[in-house]
C-alpha cells in the first residue's frame, strides 16, 4: 500500500495560477519576438497564435499539475455513498 500524498492547498493553488500567468506571458512574448525579428511571417504568427498557442498552454498546465501535487490516479479515488435522511 502507498502511503496518500496531502491534497494540494491555497499556496499550490497560487502558484499554479502564477505559473499559468508567466507561461502565457512568456508564450506570448516568444512569439511576438520571432514575429518582429522576422523569423515568423504573419501567416505563420496567426498559426502559432491560433493553433500552437493553446496546444503551449495545456502542456504548461499539464507539467504544472503534475509538479504541484494535483495529479491524481485511479488509487486515489475513494467510493462515495449516498446518506439516508
Avoid at 20 to 44: E, K, M, Q, R, S
Amino acid at each position: 500500500m502507498t502511503p496518500s500524498r496531502p491534497a494540494p492547498g491555497p499556496d499550490a493553488a497560487r502558484a499554479f495560477r502564477l505559473g499559468i500567468v508567466a507561461g502565457a506571458i512568456v508564450g506570448l512574448a516568444v512569439a511576438l519576438l520571432l514575429y518582429w525579428y522576422g523569423t515568423l511571417t504573419l501567416f505563420a504568427f496567426g498559426y502559432v497564435l491560433l493553433l500552437l498557442y493553446p496546444v503551449y498552454l495545456v502542456l504548461v498546465a499539464t507539467a504544472l499539475s503534475v509538479w504541484l501535487g494535483y495529479d491524481k490516479d485511479v488509487t486515489s479515488l475513494r467510493p462515495v455513498y449516498r446518506t439516508e435522511r
